[in-house]
């Protein structure tokens, strides 16, 4: 999995997992953020959600556009300093339930959707462009696996760093953080006096003291959580640093993909050999390929739709309907730690079936620490784990995709060698089938609630994640690097912000569940993703045919650039 894969690789996949883990620090309390300092309800904070998202989604066209005529690396540099002002601002503590702090926040996050859309698309483009070689070409679906493992490393921890920073503040002030109470105190501040027993029975009960002036206790809770939550976006703007030293410091190993350097003359001969040597598409190959990729695109738009649930009614779920208390094995998985432990083991078990003798001696040391640590981690947790915070949720999701990555590459090279593996396209399908059982789960899990007040175990949130996560490792790095494969080469940034652009519109039709949550029962709510799932699937698998033409017409190199290009990365291999 990691052997023949360019030095370059790393580099930028660490550089991408700085910057995502504070995308996600921020995207995990976001929907919390909004409901707590400005009262919005579910209908409201989900518009604003999805918008972002579908922002944040839609931008790397553009940027893809001004990188096709501009440059990769100089648009990727832009965005992370556009992000970090974005971010920067949103640290900044301001008033709550206020237009004027609203406003505020939708220039801030118009700056990080602007520049994501410089950084994320085009920086994927430069790891498409280290594979367009001989020595490493058969490796790059595998890369886009690894690239997306790196992904969801920074995502891993990213909830626990937002709960981490919320907690702190929360103690600073003697408070603690109950899922209810952020509804119930705006509602008092907006005329609910119904709500007030409530509160001050709710601060009772988790050892706060309200006193005798409501109105002053309640602006005071809403105030602390949200300078918690404005502590959380202040560590995206340290991860974007670190994102940043990391793809300066590594720079010399995909240096030979950057086309706005300067270059030494017979650096650049070489350079237009290898330009000259890159097959042309005709016009018509160029139409069918593009065709091809906005049928995979309109399939990916319903995708994100029901994926990023997680941050939008999965996170309503967790916070209204499942039990903020975990028993068992269960409750080691709100320690990100011991999830990290875990993911190490299953790398050390894949190893230990590829490596030699001495290879296997580490793998086997590396399984009993893992053992050890867990052991540990199960006899030092309390037995029963409370308190638990929605966001939480959403570390078990980049969890799986670590952990699960080299069981998928282990699983589609043993197709491969028996020229069985599924083309891109039909991975795509598989992956809309699966979300589908996925939300069959929590359809299930939600029938015990019809008509109750009952909460349900956290079990099902975190399979639903398990079965969301098989589904997303077939579609998304898949996706990926099929259009990193077939895109026609003068349209590489614009077919990757294509990519974005479906991405984005799927992301704003996460609002529609949002406008149906505490409208319909929530098992209805499942039934209709279901539906949209499989109805995508069947599409996807009418026009296979058409698609699969599509990647068998994929560049193959010629000899002239397969000399050329080993001869410009044979040190850059690791």
């Not at 050999?273 to 890159?278: F, R």
């Amino acid at each position: 999995m990691f052997k023949n894969q360019p030095a370059g690789l790393y580099v930028l996949s660490l550089a991408n997992t700085g910057e995502r883990f504070g995308y996600y620090t921020m995207l995990a309390i976001f929907l919390l953020f909004l409901q707590a300092k400005f009262g919005f309800d579910s209908t409201v904070s989900g518009q604003i959600y999805a918008i972002f998202l579908a922002l944040v989604y839609f931008m790397p066209l553009i940027g893809g556009w001004v990188a096709d005529k501009w440059s990769f690396n100089k648009c990727v540099v832009t965005g992370v300093i556009v992000m970090f002002a974005g971010y920067a601002v949103m640290s900044i503590p301001t008033d709550i339930r206020s237009t004027t702090s609203l406003v505020v926040l939708c220039c801030a996050l118009a700056l990080i959707a602007i520049g994501t859309g410089l950084f994320k698309g085009n920086l994927q483009v430069m790891v498409g462009d280290l594979y367009n070689n001989a020595r490493f070409s058969g490796q790059r679906d595998a890369a886009f696996s690894l690239f997306y493992m790196f992904i969801n490393i920074g995502s891993m921890f990213a909830p626990m760093a937002a709960t981490a920073m919320t907690n702190i503040a929360l103690h600073a002030e003697g408070l603690n953080y109950v899922a209810k109470l952020p509804a119930l105190c705006n509602g008092f501040l907006d005329g609910v006096a119904a709500n007030g027993a409530e509160i001050t029975a709710l601060a009772a009960e988790n050892g706060m003291t309200v006193g005798s002036d409501l109105t002053a206790w309640c602006n005071h809770y809403i105030a602390t959580l949200s300078t918690g939550y404005s502590y959380a976006f202040a560590v995206a703007c340290f991860s974007l640093i670190i994102s940043f030293l990391i793809y300066f410091a590594g720079r010399r190993t995909y240096s030979h993909i950057i086309t706005d350097k300067k270059v030494a003359p017979a650096s650049n001969s070489k350079k237009a050999a290898v330009k000259s040597a890159e097959p042309e598409l005709t016009p018509a190959q160029t139409k069918a390929r593009v065709v091809a990729l906005l049928l995979v695109f309109a399939v990916v738009i319903f995708f994100w739709m029901v994926f990023h649930q997680n941050g939008a009614t999965l996170t309503e779920f967790a916070k209204s309907c499942t039990s903020p208390e975990a028993t068992g094995w269960t409750r080691i998985g709100f320690n990100v730690w011991a999830l990290f432990s875990i993911a190490v083991g299953m790398y050390a078990i894949f190893n230990f079936f590829t490596s030699k003798a001495k290879g296997k001696i580490v793998c086997l040391v590396i399984l009993a620490a893992v053992a050890a640590l867990l052991v540990y981690f199960y006899g030092s947790t309390p037995s029963v784990v409370d308190g638990i915070q929605p966001q939480q949720y959403q570390q078990f999701n980049p969890f799986y995709v670590v952990a699960l990555t080299p069981v998928s590459l282990a699983i589609f090279g043993w197709l491969a060698k028996r020229k069985k593996e599924p083309s891109a396209p039909r991975k795509i399908g598989y992956g809309m089938v699966l979300a589908a059982v996925a939300y069959g789960v929590m359809l299930i899990g939600s029938l015990s609630i019809v008509g109750t007040n009952a909460a349900v175990s956290p079990d099902w949130l975190i399979s639903t994640y398990l079965l969301l996560t098989f589904a997303e490792l077939l579609l998304s790095p898949m996706g990926i690097s099929f259009v990193s494969k077939v895109a026609p080469p003068k349209l590489k940034g614009s077919m990757m912000g294509g990519w974005f652009a479906a991405t984005a519109l799927g992301n704003y039709l996460v609002s529609i569940p949002m406008l149906l949550w505490g409208k319909i029962p929530v098992w209805t709510l499942w039934g209709i993703l279901i539906v949209i799932c499989l109805c995508a699937a069947g599409f996807i698998f009418s026009i296979m045919k058409k698609l699969e033409a599509a990647t068998a017409d994929a560049p193959v190199e010629t000899p002239a650039q397969k000399s050329e290009d080993l001869e410009n990365v044979e040190a850059d291999a690791i």
